[in-house]
T-cell receptor
Framework: GNSVTQMEGPVTLSEEAFLTINCTYT??????LFWYVQYPGEGLQLLLK?????DKGSNKGFEATYRKETTSFHLEKGSVQVSDSAVYFC????????????FGKGTHLIIQP | DTAVSQTPKYLVTQMGNDKSIKCEQN?????MYWYKQDSKKFLKIMFS???????INETVPNRFSPKSPDKAHLNLHINSLELGDSAVYFC????????????FGPGTRLTVL
């Protein structure tokens, strides 16, 4: 089956620190990979995505590269802000039709001023 | 202009009751989904539906059923509610060719007493 593994949280950093949130996956077939973000009290928003190996997704200073050889899609940001505090979900989707997303368990990120 | 909306935002009810959560999307998407987020923030697909197929996650009890009166709506009906059904339920939608990108509603927090 399909699964996504993320680093456990919470992750606490100071403002302007470098961020890495690890994500690895197992999938039957060739998945598309995603990072979603959930701010407190809100629904999920797509942060970035990559649909094939070596693609780099980027948005709002965040980046992640689809690494097929290591089955990874680590999220990085060079300088985090307090407003980045949220729960981050790594996810994959295999196939077409009406297939849903398979999510990791989420990483709670806390940025301190 | 809310893309994916859900009602109600909060739902508190007694064990054994039957309840429904409504979802509407105004994006013209043809595929809709229901996800359950438990108290530990873990997100799991429950249903995927378009006008051609319904995909049901095999772990979902048959007390849960999706109903789609039209392409823009996918409501979630829950019979004989149990304590373990307490969670946040998210609706989402997507559409080819960007079927990989799912747009989420704000969530409905269901509390079963």
């Amino acid at each position: 089956g399909n699964s996504v593994t993320q680093m456990e949280g919470p992750v606490t950093l100071s403002e302007e620190a470098f961020l890495t949130i690890n994500c690895t996956y197992t999938a039957t077939g060739y998945p598309s990979l995603f990072w979603y973000v959930q701010y407190p009290g809100e629904g999920l928003q797509l942060l970035l995505k990559a649909t094939k190996a070596d693609d780099k997704g980027s948005n709002k200073g965040f980046e992640a590269t689809y690494r097929k050889e290591t089955t990874s899609f680590h999220l990085e940001k060079g300088s985090v802000q307090v407003s980045d505090s949220a729960v981050y979900f790594c996810a994959l989707r295999v196939g077409g039709g009406a297939d849903g997303l398979t999510f990791g368990k989420g990483t709670h990120l806390i940025i301190q001023p | 202009d809310t893309a994916v909306s859900q009602t109600p935002k909060y739902l508190v009810t007694q064990m054994g009751n039957d309840k429904s959560i409504k979802c509407e999307q105004n994006l013209g998407h043809d595929t809709m989904y229901w996800y359950k987020q438990d108290s530990k923030k873990f997100l799991k697909i429950m249903f995927s539906y378009n006008n051609k197929e319904l995909i049901i996650n095999e772990t979902v009890p048959n007390r849960f059923s999706p109903k789609s009166p039209d392409k823009a709506h996918l409501n979630l009906h829950i019979n004989s509610l149990e304590l373990g059904d307490s969670a946040v339920y998210f609706c989402a939608s997507s559409h080819p060719p960007e079927a990989d990108t799912q747009y989420f509603g704000p969530g409905t927090r269901l509390t079963v007493l």
